[in-house]
Structure formats: structure tokens, C-alpha cells
């Protein structure tokens, strides 16, 4: 009886050995792991999820290739993704992890500003190569090194789409401002004031609201009383955004809504409604009718749950970006051949058209991404493309 | 004397380990659950006379703020910022103890509460001192005797000495003639007031002292962090210590540290499954309270009860 | 002038009339079963997600469901009495970390079920009501006089039923109320459950003004807490007339100053009251 139960465990323990070594031999595949940090969840959440997605597709559709081939060997994209809530602390905890426990050299996020300001030195520090977010002009120094703003920021887009605005609705005059009480919503608010005071218009109202307030009579009141032709919604997550369409409206506010700052026109309709909605102008990441940005969705409907953010445009671009870089350098480990392989990947080709590395005079370092961008109006509850900048 | 020796013993062993097991993840929570012993150990003596002070988080966020803005905007140097933030939230629970302490049972947990919601407000409100809702970033690392902190061992190492002050002092208080005063605080005042004694200024000693290990907690965590926030310091803080001794054990204060042992750790080693964490600690809560109100320290001794009945 | 002090007036009293929904449970709560709810909100929270099934995403009648959703929640806070509260009755601070020990497991299954994402429902009434220069939105109004209606029938109930009377008489005082007969173990049921209804109300209610997502029952909880220490733990007058008070101040600071003000002035009158009468405006010294 013990000699069967013995022999049994022999074979059992020899097939096993037996099967590891060969499955070892046949897989040379090793694992290039990438790490996610930004917002996956509340407010905030459809801009987060738009670098989270994008990364997700473009490791999805490399290892739908065989794999990412980087000098000689095959490598499987793996993604690891951590939610930070749009909160610098957790933010912290969660690259610290990446970057110690997953060892990750690579990361994409975070959005947030306050986040993005407290990770760079992790960053910098630890050589790793991060495709951020943040529209904090902060982000992004003469001292960067490993850090990639992959989106184009109100920098890049307000001038433009102020102008438009003037020479379109010229009987606009007065603008009120409201944005979330953070670093985002302060460096917005200042750089978009400004923009229109410059332009000619009248800022009557510059307001800062917590952002988890739902309430906004009290404030929209405040606001109303100014008598503005133009309520400026500026980097107010589209939710919420939505709430206060929708409670402005209700208060009595026939005026002009504008948007120059993350776009999400299905959340804005959602809690403003449709009719309310109706006539927004807004800056829009991409023209969402297209045969590439339909593609796009299919692909993101794969790895996360629609609607997609307009935002998954440029991190998709940058991605990719970062993926042909990788293989470019021949190196998963020397982020200091990678990128300088990503600074000489511009001019690339983007879904939406030619993309390149910029930003030496606004910044002090050519780690910005200028891109095509937009201007949308809601119209029926969907965005319609209306103006276009390079 | 012997339990002085095996006491020392064990913070020795304790303090070697990082190095021996070198892993920075491990260490993080090391240092963590070393802070929310103190932490929980402060919370412990409030339990103790039957105050519970929901104002204890916005307590460690004063030390944290307190000690992170000495050094960045007066440039004082570690040892002094330190102290200062702890002593000066100690003057602060001293003060509002005067007004505070004479009110008792759930009406003292909703004026703490109040109190502490109004302290975290001032931090979001008052941006040109705290930093509004982004708080302030770039803390300088603590250094002492010429030695800066810089990693997470090091972090540990002070995070440890300040856990093992916390419990050797609280359990001396406890196991002396003030601490026999502190409890009958709790169970039987007028008895207590009759014997003479004043029990107003146990109430504040208490109070004061709890505030103190608070600020000097909140003080490493902000140095740690290298950030504070104010959503750091709300009323979760205060919800989580209490939770800590209720499933440690109120009675003795080791149960503070056994409760803080299984805690703290949990959501690290859950951390991708977030939410289930969250539930799993209510649950356990929920089951602590009903079925082992006297905490893991009280199943610990029913068992060693029962072990010594059987022989 | 006098148009923005109008408007900080409708802002305010329509504010006022759900505190006041949920700060009359929360008191009943306590009144009787000294237990301060923690879990409040999120009986709140829950009818409110019971409205976005229901009726957002299978599309039943709203004014249906809102009546299903707070007989639901009302049921479920008897449950949460029978088999949670009990063993607590009489140690206040146990029975309060209970309520927390609820409140977050409720909150951990909502986001388990739903995420964080916020949801909206969509609105039985939209567009405004004009008078003169005075606007009020029509969603608003119609929460406003729903919530009146509501408290008119509970004042009715405990006016002028047996069962009233029984609550009155324990918060007054249990011990005297026993002699008479009062029974605890159906009382207290019936307090938690009434309680449980008026929050469950309350969240129906609001399900379309807002968002519904797991965490937002912290603030309306936060709001019933300040009123009911505004008007005295246990006092139903105290909680109409604390709402009141809470939902018009609230509304002076949020407009003229801002919101976080608003709420630290609101902290600070609860810490002035709970030291120099901790009974609130209204309440009576009971034990």
C-alpha cells in the first residue's frame, strides 16, 4: 500500500518537473510590467479611466501580436493598475508600491495635479519613465526628465477657443468662472481669467467650490447676481459640471455655458439633461464621428466599461509612443535610452492626425504633447464638432 | 524586572527585523502599524474614562501640520518642530478640556466631533497657511542628532521608539495609583469625589496626555508621508482607533497593540480588493461586537483560562 | 436686494424640510432607543439607489417607488433593530459604535454593488416655477411638499394613535411607560423602523435632485446630527424648528460667504449649544 502511494507521488512529482521544464523551454516570454496610478473611481474618475484604458488597449493589442518585441526577446504587456481616488496621499502610497513592491518602470498617470506635483519626485528619483496627466503648468519643468504630459492642456488650447468664441459670439461680453477648490481648479481658473481678460472680456465672478459639494444654489445664486453672459465651467469634473448646468438653469440663468477644460459631454447630459445641456460649447479631445475614434471605442468597450472619455485619444497615442520607444531603445530596463527614443518618436502619427513633443518655451523641456484639438457643442445631447486648431 | 528585560528584548527583536527581512512593502507597514498603536494607545486611556474623543483626528492633524510648517516656514530644526506641534496640541486639549471634559457619554463624542469637523475645515479653508484641500507637499525629512531620516527603516526605527513609549508609559499610568484613579473615573465618580479627589483634573491629565502621544503620532506620520492632506485627519481617524480597541480589547492596554496588529495590516494586503476590505472590516466589526465584546485580549485569556482549568 | 435675500430664503426652507425628514428619524431613534445612528445616511443612501433600480433602470412609476422605498428601508431598520441593536439596549456608546460598524458595511456593499460612480436618476418634474421675480425649480417645490405631507402624517401618528402615544410616553420615560404596559420589544422595533422610514423617505425623495452614489448619505446624516442637537436629542418640535434654523443659516453663510464656511459656522453653533445647553433649544433634561 505505502510503496503504490510512493511510487504514485514519484510520478507525479516527476511529470510535473517534467511538464515546468518544458513549458520553461517553450516560453521565452517574460513579462513587461506597467504600472497605472489616477483616478479609477468618483469625480474625476472618466479622465483617470481614460489613461487607464488607453494603456490597457495598446498592451492588449501588442500581445494580440505575439507579444512586444524588444531586443531579441518577446515580452507580455501586463498592466497594473491602482486607484488613487484624485488623492495626492493615496496617489503616493500607490506609486510608492508600484515602484517598490511591482517594480515597475514605467507608469502611466496621474491626473490629478496636487497628485502629479507629489509623485514627480518619486519619479525623477527612481528614473522611472511616466506618462502623466495634471493641466498644472507645474507639472512640467526645465528639470524634468522622465516625465510626459500626454495630453495638451489648457496652455495648449485656451487662446484658441477664446478667440473663436469672441469672433463667433461677439455679443458675449461677461464671464463668471467656477472650478473645483484644488490645484487643478486654481492654476485654471488664473490662466483662463487671464486668457479672457485679455481678449476684452469682463471676469465679474471667480469661484472655487469643495469638490464634493452637490448644492450649488447657494454659490450659482452668488454667481447670478453678476449678471454674466458666460458661465465658465473650466476643469469641474463632467458630473458635476452637469448638476450645475442643470441648477443654474433652474435658478433662472439664460446664458451662455462654456466649457475650456476636460471634456465629457454623456456625463454632462446625463445630470443636466438634455434640454439643458442644449448649446454648451466646450473644448473637445477629439471628433468623436470618426472612423479611428470609433475603432477606439470598440477596443476600449475590451478592457473597461463604456462610455470612453475623449482623453483616451492622446493616451492611446502616447502609449503606443511609449510601447515603439521600448522597442526602439532595445532595453525594458534603461529608461534613459527610452526616452531618449520617445523624445525623437515626433512627428508621429496620431489617430487624429500628426502629434509632436513641445512645450520648450512654456515649460523649459519639449515633454508636451501638441496635438489637433477641438471645439464642440452639445447639440441634441451629443457633441457636434464645431471649430478646429492644430 | 523581568518584564522590563523581556519588554526590551522584544523591541530589540523588533527593531532588527526590517533589516532582516528587507522588504521596503513590509517596513511601510511596519511603520504604520507601530503609529496606530500609539495612536489607538491614546484613544485607549480616553475609553478608559468613558470619553471618546472624536476630535482626536483632527488632533493628529495639528501635530502633522504642526510640525511640517515649524520647520518650513520657521526652519526650525527637527527635535524642536517636533515637540512643539506635540506640545502645542497638548495646550490646545488642555484648553478646550477645560470647557470640554465636564460634558459627558455620547454628548462629549458629538462636541469632540463637532470640534475636530471644525479643525479639518480650517485646514481646507485657511489656504495660505495649511495648503487648502491639497495640503502641503515636500515635508522635510525629520533629522536627529545630525542624522537625517531618510528611509523607510529609519522611519521604522523612530515610528517604534515612539509605540514602545506609548505602551510603557500608558500601562505604568495604568498599573499605578493614578491610573486605579482614571478608571474609577468611568465606573464610580461620585465615589471617587467623595474619597476627596478631584476628578475634574484626572479628566484633563488624561485628556492632555492622550492629546500629546496624538500630536507626537500625527507629527512622524506627516514626516513619513512627506504630504499631508486634510482628508487625512477627519473622523475616520478617531472611527478606526476606537474599532482597533473595541476588537484589541479595551481591558488591558496590549490589546490595543494586538488590535492595531491585525488591523492596520489588513488593507495593505487586501489593497486590490478595496472595497471587499472595507466590508470585511464592518463585518468583523459587526461580529467582535456581538459575540467577543471584550476584544481579541479577552478570547486570548478566556483561553489561557481554560487552558490552566484543564490541567 | 431684496430678490437675493428671497432667493436665500426658498434656498434655505427647501433645504430645511429634509433635514428636517431626517433629523425626525434620527431623533426618534435616539429618543427611544438612545442609540445615535451612525447608519443613518445610509439608510438614506439606500432608498435613494432603491429609486435608480427601480425606477431609473426599470422604469417604474417614481411616486410608486418612492412609497415602496420607504416602507422597504423602514422594514429593513426594524431588522437592523431586532437583530443588531439589542443587545445593546442601554450602553449608548456600544449601540453607537454598532451604528458605525453599519454604516460602513453598508456603504463597502453599495459600492461593491454599484461603484463609486455617481448615478443619475432621471427627474418626474423639471422646469421652474415663476413667481414674479422669485424662481423656484419645480423638483424642488414638489420634494418640499411631498416632505410636508410626509411629516404631517407622522405628526397625525403620533398625535393620535395608540402606538404614538407608546413612543411618546418612552422618550419621556421608559420605566414609567413600562409600568403602563409599554413593551420595549415592540417599541423599539417600531421606533427604528418609523425612523428608518422617514431617512428611506427622505433618500427617495432626493434621489433626482443630486446624484446617487454610495457615499452620500454622509452629508444628510451630518445635517440631521447638527439639527437634532440644534433642537435637543428626542424632541420632535426641536427637530422642525432646528431644521429650520440649520437650513437658514446654512443658506446666509453659503451665499453671501461660501459652503465650507456655512458648515464650520454650523459646527461652531453645535459646540456652543452642547456646552451651554446640551438639552438643544427644545429638548428636556431626561436621565
Aim: aromatic share 10%; net charge positive; charged share 15%.
Amino acid at each position: 500500500m505505502k510503496s503504490m502511494l510512493m511510487k504514485r507521488t514519484l510520478v507525479a512529482v516527476l511529470s510535473a518537473m517534467g511538464l515546468a521544464w518544458t513549458a520553461n523551454a517553450a516560453a521565452q516570454t517574460e513579462t513587461l510590467k506597467i504600472g497605472v496610478v489616477s483616478a479609477l473611481s468618483g469625480p474625476g474618475s472618466e479622465w483617470g479611466l481614460a489613461q487607464d484604458g488607453a494603456i490597457k488597449i495598446a498592451a492588449m493589442e501588442a500581445n494580440a501580436k505575439g507579444g512586444l518585441k524588444v531586443g531579441g526577446k518577446t515580452y507580455k504587456v501586463e498592466v497594473i493598475s491602482y486607484d488613487d481616488q484624485y488623492k495626492a496621499a493615496v496617489s503616493v502610497s500607490s506609486a510608492t508600491r508600484l515602484i517598490e513592491q511591482d517594480k515597475v518602470k514605467f507608469i502611466v498617470g496621474p491626473m490629478g495635479s496636487a497628485a502629479t506635483l507629489a509623485v514627480k519626485p518619486l519619479f525623477e528619483q527612481n528614473k522611472v519613465l511616466a506618462i502623466i496627466g495634471a493641466y498644472s503648468e507645474k507639472a512640467l519643468d526645465a528639470n524634468t526628465r522622465y516625465s510626459y504630459r500626454g495630453f495638451p492642456t489648457q496652455v495648449e488650447f485656451v487662446g484658441p477657443i477664446v478667440q473663436w468664441l469672441k469672433k463667433n459670439k461677439p455679443d458675449l461680453k461677461s464671464v463668471a468662472q467656477i472650478d473645483p477648490n484644488d490645484e487643478t481648479g486654481w492654476f485654471s481658473q488664473k490662466l483662463l481669467k487671464e486668457q479672457y481678460q485679455g481678449a476684452g472680456y469682463k471676469v465679474v465672478s471667480s469661484e472655487l467650490f469643495e469638490r464634493s459639494l452637490k448644492d450649488f444654489q447657494p454659490v450659482l445664486t452668488r454667481i447670478i447676481a453678476t449678471k454674466p453672459d458666460i458661465i465658465e465651467l473650466g476643469t469641474t469634473p463632467p458630473g458635476t459640471a452637469g448638476l450645475v448646468i442643470r441648477q443654474a438653469r433652474e435658478l433662472g440663468f439664460k446664458g451662455q455655458f462654456v466649457k475650456i477644460g476636460g471634456p465629457g459631454v454623456p456625463q454632462i447630459v446625463a445630470a443636466a439633461g438634455k434640454e439643458f445641456a442644449e448649446g454648451l460649447i466646450c473644448y473637445a479631445a477629439a471628433d468623436v464621428t470618426t472612423a479611428n475614434y470609433k475603432n477606439l471605442e470598440t477596443q476600449y468597450a475590451k478592457v473597461l466599461k463604456p462610455p470612453m472619455n475623449e482623453f483616451t485619444v492622446y493616451f492611446y497615442d502616447a502609449a503606443r509612443m511609449l510601447l515603439e520607444s521600448i522597442q526602439a531603445a532595445g532595453t525594458v530596463d534603461d529608461t534613459d535610452k527610452i526616452r531618449a527614443a520617445l523624445d525623437k518618436a515626433t512627428p508621429y502619427k496620431g489617430i487624429q492626425g500628426p502629434i509632436r513633443w513641445g512645450g520648450m518655451k512654456a515649460y523649459g523641456v519639449n515633454h508636451q504633447i501638441l496635438t489637433p484639438t477641438f471645439i464642440g457643442m452639445i447639440k441634441n445631447g451629443e457633441q457636434v464638432i464645431i471649430g478646429q486648431m492644430e | 524586572m523581568k518584564y522590563s528585560l523581556k519588554f526590551l528584548a522584544l523591541v530589540a527583536a523588533l527593531a532588527v527585523l526590517p533589516f532582516a527581512l528587507r522588504s521596503p512593502f513590509l517596513t511601510h507597514i511596519g511603520v504604520m502599524t507601530c503609529l496606530y498603536t500609539a495612536l489607538a494607545l491614546s484613544m485607549n486611556m480616553m475609553l478608559r474614562i468613558g470619553q471618546i474623543s472624536f476630535a482626536h483626528g483632527a488632533f493628529m492633524g495639528l501635530g502633522a501640520y504642526g510640525s511640517a510648517l515649524l520647520m518650513m516656514r520657521l526652519g526650525l530644526p527637527f527635535p524642536v518642530a517636533f515637540f512643539g506641534a506635540a506640545f502645542g496640541v497638548t495646550l490646545l486639549a488642555w484648553l478646550v478640556g477645560l470647557l470640554f471634559l465636564r460634558i459627558r457619554g455620547v454628548y462629549f463624542v458629538l462636541l469632540t466631533f463637532a470640534f475636530g469637523e471644525i479643525i479639518v475645515l480650517t485646514f481646507i479653508e485657511w489656504v495660505s497657511l495649511f495648503g487648502g484641500s491639497s495640503g502641503l507637499a515636500g515635508i522635510p525629512r525629520p533629522a536627529l542628532f545630525g542624522h537625517e531620516i531618510q528611509s523607510r527603516n529609519g522611519f521604522y526605527l523612530l515610528a517604534l521608539g515612539l509605540a514602545a513609549f506609548a505602551y510603557t508609559s500608558v500601562r505604568a499610568v495604568y498599573r499605578s495609583e493614578l491610573g486605579a484613579v482614571i478608571t474609577s473615573l468611568d465606573e464610580n465618580e461620585a465615589l471617587t469625589q467623595s474619597l476627596g479627589i478631584d476628578s475634574r483634573r484626572y479628566r484633563q491629565l488624561t485628556f492632555c496626555f492622550s492629546a500629546f502621544l496624538v500630536g507626537m503620532s500625527g507629527a512622524v506620520y506627516g514626516h513619513y508621508l512627506t504630504l499631508v492632506t486634510p482628508e487625512d485627519y477627519g473622523f475616520w481617524v478617531p472611527v478606526h482607533l476606537v474599532v482597533i480597541n473595541v476588537i484589541g480589547g479595551m481591558a488591558h492596554p496590549v490589546g490595543a497593540v494586538l488590535g492595531a496588529l491585525l488591523l492596520v495590516p489588513l488593507p495593505e494586503f487586501l489593497r486590490d480588493a478595496k472595497q471587499y476590505q472595507v466590508l470585511l472590516y464592518g463585518i468583523l466589526l459587526i461580529v467582535f461586537l456581538l459575540f467577543m465584546p471584550d476584544g481579541l485580549y479577552g478570547v486570548f485569556k478566556k483561553f489561557r483560562r481554560a487552558k490552566g482549568g484543564a490541567e | 436686494m431684496f430678490e437675493l435675500a428671497t432667493k436665500i430664503v426658498i434656498n434655505g426652507l427647501t433645504s430645511s424640510l429634509v433635514y428636517i425628514l431626517m433629523a425626525l428619524g434620527f431623533t426618534l431613534i435616539f429618543g427611544i432607543m438612545r442609540v445615535i445612528n451612525f447608519a443613518h445616511g445610509e439608510l438614506y443612501m439606500l432608498a435613494s439607489f432603491l429609486v435608480f433600480v427601480l425606477s431609473g433602470l426599470l422604469g417604474w412609476n417614481y411616486y410608486l417607488v418612492v412609497l415602496l422605498a420607504g416602507v422597504a428601508v423602514g422594514l429593513f431598520g426594524a431588522l437592523l433593530e431586532r437583530v443588531f441593536f439589542r443587545p445593546f439596549v442601554g450602553r449608548e456608546l456600544n449601540g453607537m459604535i454598532m451604528a458605525l460598524a453599519i454604516s460602513i458595511t453598508l456603504q463597502a456593499s453599495a459600492f461593491i454593488l454599484f461603484g463609486t460612480d455617481e448615478h443619475s436618476v432621471p427627474r418626474p418634474i423639471s422646469g421652474v416655477f415663476q413667481l414674479g421675480d422669485v424662481i423656484v425649480p419645480r423638483d424642488r417645490l414638489a420634494v418640499g411638499l411631498m416632505a410636508v405631507v410626509i411629516l404631517a402624517a407622522f405628526y397625525l401618528f403620533m398625535r393620535y394613535t395608540k402606538a404614538g402615544l407608546a413612543m411618546r410616553a418612552v422618550v419621556q420615560d421608559e420605566e414609567i411607560a413600562s409600568i403602563y404596559g409599554v413593551r420595549p420589544k415592540i417599541i423599539h422595533p417600531l421606533a427604528f423602523g418609523l425612523g428608518a422610514m422617514l431617512a428611506g423617505f427622505a433618500g427617495a425623495l432626493m434621489a433626482p435632485i443630486y446624484t446617487v452614489y454610495p457615499y452620500m448619505g454622509s452629508q444628510p446624516m451630518l445635517k440631521a446630527f447638527i439639527v437634532v442637537i440644534l433642537g435637543g436629542l428626542g424632541s420632535v418640535p426641536g427637530a422642525v424648528l432646528g431644521g429650520v434654523v440649520l437650513g437658514l443659516t446654512e443658506s446666509v453663510f453659503a451665499t453671501l460667504i461660501n459652503t465650507t464656511v456655512a458648515t464650520m459656522v454650523s459646527f461652531a453653533i453645535v459646540v456652543v449649544i452642547l456646552l451651554v445647553k446640551p438639552t438643544g433649544l427644545m429638548g428636556r433634561s431626561t436621565r
